[in-house]
């Protein structure tokens, strides 16, 4: 059902109990014609499976079905007999519980198909050892043995069982089967001498004389040619288009020897029927009767191993006891005849259920769990009813009951399991029509028996009056002359009728007296008679014997569980795609299929285990869906509630919820096929989503693995390095070699790169960081470098660097020019670094003379600075000034220019090397204007002659003398100044004449 709504299963219901309608025959049949068109010949009533014969083969008994249906819930896919044989084999291994499946329907509706159906699904399915191969292979191989022996070709079918079947299947604790036993029920023997029109003996007959070896017929006596035999040509029909009696003889003959039948016996037994039937009489004038065929007699002797003359004399005399004494007594021609008959019914008869022991001893196991298959006749309703339809409804009546019984418990223990309360269910109990047949005395069986034993002349006439006497008031029983008029006119005077559960049937009494004593033993009635009078022996008729063995086989049928397979023929001309109407509710009726549901749908429609349901339909409740996490009876209340079931709809039990019409589930089911889509669209999305997602998750990887390699790379080279820096440590004081050049390097870098990041921000800022061993060296350089890069900028246009002033360049390149000169010559120089120099250190041009400038006239002044001149005698000192001009320096005394000096003729600067301001400047004295040279001092030396040098070109002409400097006073003579170290400067004349200056050390 949970599949109902595939495209397939759209056709009508899979469950009856699903019909909204469940009580209409036509909504009925019409469920089922449509499944038929769609080749779906399996519908359940619940757990019962009707099935319809399709007459084709049909593509659903694979080996990938069988897997599909293993193990799988029996509502999860769509009916199969597979489904069934499923269900009760896992019962059996889970509850320890024996199974027997019911397989019941007319005479070509299926049943053998079915049940061969459910031993193939074992048999392939189930575990195996290589013993258990063997029992696989007898179990299986029983099958075309039996069918040769007891299936025959009929009007209704062309493989027809003329028996009933029991068969248990035996499993072992691992669930594989180890051995079977059959029971045979009721094999119609009629027809070894006699068959309709139309009709066949048994297959066997046919097989051996189609297929039979030329040796083995010989020896069997046998002719090639079925139409030689008296007891194969009754029914004008040797040949039969769907069969193929030379192959099968093959398949039999196989089969016969897994099996382990090896010898011939069989073979002779079944020739030997074949020679009976040809076996014929003469009548003599006295009206004995004598065998005219010689040859037969001959043939018969040497297979039954018997002496020709006592066959002879079996075959036309009977055996009576007169006066105590035993007499032969001749038969006439046509009681031979039927002597002869009847010897060969009993032996093919005997050599049947001999057939049936030696194919159990081969499967015999014991010990194990069981599954039993029931193949056998169903309710049959012929223009003409005799004994053997009275057994066959009557056995059909006894399974009605047993299915009602089982049924009803089994509901009934369901809702108790549950904690449901019952609801009583009205159905017909047949009880009442078995009892009609069976009860003991008062039954149909018991008066059949009496009259067949009862002294005097009893026939079928007395024993119909009998019935009119004892059981003519049932309510299920009639006579023509009970019936009303009405009645009595579809009646014959020798019929009684049954009403069946399934219906009536009227059966004609004729024969059945003969078919009960079974004619063999007409001849020791007598006996009878005598045990039967002592009490001590009873002798068991055929109704009887039948009766007893059908009661065995109730019993072994209520101790399992069982499963039910209804089969259904769909018309009478074995026709594929044929639906026939009427045929089919005549079955539907007789199979009690309404009934059935009627019963089933009594209480709820559907029910189904919580797991299951939530599983299912979880998808249609918000708290439910993708989990629910509780209670699965909290889940499922939960979600019918979301759905809207009404209190009345429904019925929570203990593992399982309970549905009452089917209209509610249908709701359910449609909402899920709406909620399938949109959740088929979203699953699209979802695998859109997910391709994505994996494209990204691959890009990822990839790249994450490039980036792991790049990073092991990395660490790769960084060890390296590492090593290569911890080598070049170790090496860093040798000379540059491969082992420490790397190390040197980096050191080299990284003190340049932080000298760059560092850098002073003047030239004049000494703090530079202290460079590593291997800078030493060129630290000067750098600082040069640095220097001369500000100089060479400040050459450049100055558009190209706004950032500095021209005067800040030419200071600078005053002081480079300064630092050459005087640094680390000249004590007081670093005083003068961070000063920077100044065009003039007069507070105004305006200190400058107006007389003086006036004389200077445009004469463009550089450098202006007040000094102290000492006299070359005295070394008096006076205040004047010192102008640099372009081609001259100049001394001014006052409004007076006192002296000009020609930077030709400036021979050279000498100062100290201390930290006093004292210079002189040494002037050539060619010239008669210069008297000298001229003895100065200044507070800003450094600056005043950096200034001089640059102007007059004597950067190199500068001396820095220690302790003392000469210079000439007048031509010819000359003066010494003395430079020392003290705590005071102090500049005068000493007592050796010399200009004595004590510069202060700082
Ligand atoms: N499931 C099936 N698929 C195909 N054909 C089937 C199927 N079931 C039955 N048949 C056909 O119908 C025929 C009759 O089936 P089967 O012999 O099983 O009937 P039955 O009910 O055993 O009859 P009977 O009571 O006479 O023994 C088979 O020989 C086969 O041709
Ligand atoms: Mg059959």
């Known amino acids: 059902m949970e599949s109902a709504l595939t495209a397939r299963d759209r056709v009508g219901v899979q469950d009856f109990v699903l019909l909204e309608n469940h009580t209409s025959e036509v909504a009925f049949i019409e469920n089922l014609r449509k499944r038929f068109k769609e080749n779906l010949i399996y519908t359940y009533i619940g757990s019962v499976l009707v099935s319809v014969n399709p007459y084709k083969e049909l593509e659903i008994y694979s080996k990938q079905h069988m897997e599909r249906y293993r193990g799988v819930n029996f509502y999860e896919v769509s009916p199969h007999i597979y489904a069934v044989a499923d269900n009760a084999y896992r019962s059996m291994r889970t509850e320890r519980r024996d199974q027997c499946i019911l397989i019941s329907g007319e005479s070509g509706a299926g049943k053998t198909e079915a049940s061969k159906k459910v031993l193939q699904y074992y048999a392939i399915t189930c575990p195996a050892s290589e013993h258990v191969q063997t029992i696989k292979d007898r179990l299986l191989q029983s099958n075309p043995v039996l069918e040769a022996f007891g299936n025959a070709k009929t009007l209704r079918n062309d493989n027809s069982s003329r028996f009933g079947k029991y068969m248990d299947i035996q499993f072992d604790f691992k669930g594989a089967p180890v051995g079977g036993h059959i029971i045979n ?439 439910t869906w993708p989990n629910w996490d509780g209670r699965l009876v909290d889940g499922v209340s939960t979600l019918v509630k979301h759905l809207g079931y009404k209190p ?91 082992e420490n050049e790397y190390f040197l390097d980096y050191v080299r870098y990284s003190f340049l790169m932080k000298l760059h990041r560092s850098l002073p921000k003047t030239v004049l800022d000494k703090s530079w960081p202290t460079p590593p061993p291997a800078l030493i060296e060129v630290r000067h350089i750098c600082h040069e470098s640095v220097i001369s890069t500000i100089i060479n900028y400040s050459r450049c246009e100055l558009r190209d660097y706004p950032f500095l002033s021209f005067t800040g360049f030419r200071a600078l390149e005053q002081k480079m020019v300064a630092s050459e000169i005087f640094k680390d010559k000249k004590d007081n120089y670093p005083q003068s670094v961070p000063k920077l120099f100044v065009g003039t250190r007069l507070s105004e041009f305006s200190d400058i003379n107006p007389k003086v400038q006036q004389a200077l006239g445009n004469e463009k002044m550089k450098y202006a600075v007040p000094v102290t001149k000492y006299d070359r005698k005295g070394y008096k000192a006076r205040n004047r000034q010192l102008l640099l001009m372009a081609n001259s320096a100049i001394i001014v005394e006052e409004a007076k220019l006192k002296q000009r000096i020609d930077y030709s003729s400036l021979k050279g600067i000498s100062v100290s090397s201390l930290s006093d301001g004292m210079f002189v400047l040494h002037v050539a004295c060619e010239d008669n204007k210069q008297k000298g040279d001229v003895v100065l001092q200044s507070e800003h030396v450094i600056e005043a002659l950096t200034k001089v040098a640059i102007c007059a070109d004597k950067m190199n002409s500068i001396n820095i003398n220690q302790g003392s400097i000469k210079f000439s006073v007048a031509q010819g003579k000359e003066g010494i100044i003395d430079f020392t170290s003290g705590s005071e400067l102090l500049i005068a004349k000493a007592k050796n004449g010399h200009l004595s200056v004590v510069s202060t050390a700082e």
């Open 648 to 738: 009345e709809e429904y019925k929570l039990g203990r593992t399982k919820i309970f549905i009452r019409f089917p209209k509610t589930l249908f709701a359910t089911e449609d909402a899920l096929e709406v909620r399938k889509h949109s959740l088929g669209m979203s699953f699209s999305q979802k695998t859109k989503y997910r391709k994505m997602r994996q494209s990204a998750i691959k890009i990822q990887a990839w790249w994450r693995g490039i980036l792991a390699r790049r990073e092991a790379k990395r660490r790769r080279e960084a060890a390296n390095t590492i090593r290569r820096f911890i080598k070049g440590f170790i090496y860093r004081h040798q000379p540059r070699c491969p």
């Open 185 to 623: 029920y009721l094999l119609e023997k009629s027809r070894v001498v006699h068959q309709s029109h139309g009709e066949r003996n048994f297959h066997i007959f046919y097989q051996l004389i189609e297929g039979g070896e030329d040796d083995l017929l010989r020896r069997l006596g046998l002719e090639k040619n079925a139409q030689q035999y008296q007891f194969l040509v009754k029914g004008n029909c040797p040949k039969v288009s769907s069969i193929n009696d030379r192959n099968d003889w093959k398949i039999v003959r196989k089969a016969l020897s897994i099996i382990g039948f090896t010898d011939d016996e069989l073979l002779n037994i079944i020739a030997s029927v074949l020679h009976l039937g040809n076996v014929q009489y003469g009548g003599e004038d006295s009206g004995s009767a004598y065998i005219t065929t010689e040859t037969q007699i001959k043939y018969l002797a040497r297979l039954l191993g018997v002496d020709g003359t006592i066959l002879k004399e079996a075959l036309t005399h009977k055996k009576i006891i007169a006066k105590g004494e035993e007499l032969m007594s001749p038969l006439n021609q046509e009681q031979a005849a039927s002597a002869r008959d009847a010897l060969s019914k009993a032996i093919y008869g005997r050599t049947f259920t001999w057939l049936v022991n030696k194919i159990n001893d081969s499967l015999a196991y014991k010990n194990a769990s069981v599954i039993g298959l029931l193949d056998i006749y169903g309710f049959e309703v012929f223009q003409n009813n005799s004994f053997e339809q009275f057994c066959i409804n009557y056995c059909n009546e006894k399974l009605q009951q047993l299915f009602i019984e089982l049924t009803l418990k089994s509901e009934q223990e369901e809702y108790e399991a549950e904690g449901i309360t019952w609801e009583p269910v009205q159905y017909f109990n047949n009880k009442i029509i078995c009892d009609l047949v069976e009860e003991k005395f008062k039954g149909i069986i018991s008066i059949l028996d009496e009259e067949c034993l009862r002294p005097g002349d009893a026939s079928d006439i007395t024993f119909l009056e009998k019935l009119e006497d004892t059981v003519g008031g049932h309510a299920h029983f009639l006579t023509h002359k009970l019936a009303d008029g009405k009645t009595r006119k579809v009646m014959g005077r020798e019929e009684f009728r049954l009403i069946h559960y399934a219906g009536e049937v009227n059966y004609n009494v004729n024969g059945f007296l003969d078919k009960n004593n079974d004619l063999l033993f007409r001849n020791l009635k007598e006996v009878r008679e005598q045990a039967q009078k002592k009490k001590d022996i009873y002798i068991y008729t055929a109704a009887t014997q039948f009766k007893n063995s059908l009661a065995k086989l109730m019993e072994i049928l209520m101790s399992k569980e069982p499963s039910y397979v209804r089969c259904i023929k769909p018309n009478d001309a074995k026709q594929a795609g044929r639906f026939d109407e009427v045929l089919i509710r005549h079955q539907v009726k007789y199979l009690g299929l309404m009934e059935n549901l009627r019963v089933r749908r009594a209480g709820f429609a559907y029910r189904r285990r919580y797991e299951t349901f939530l599983q299912r339909y979880k998808s249609l409740c918000p708290n």
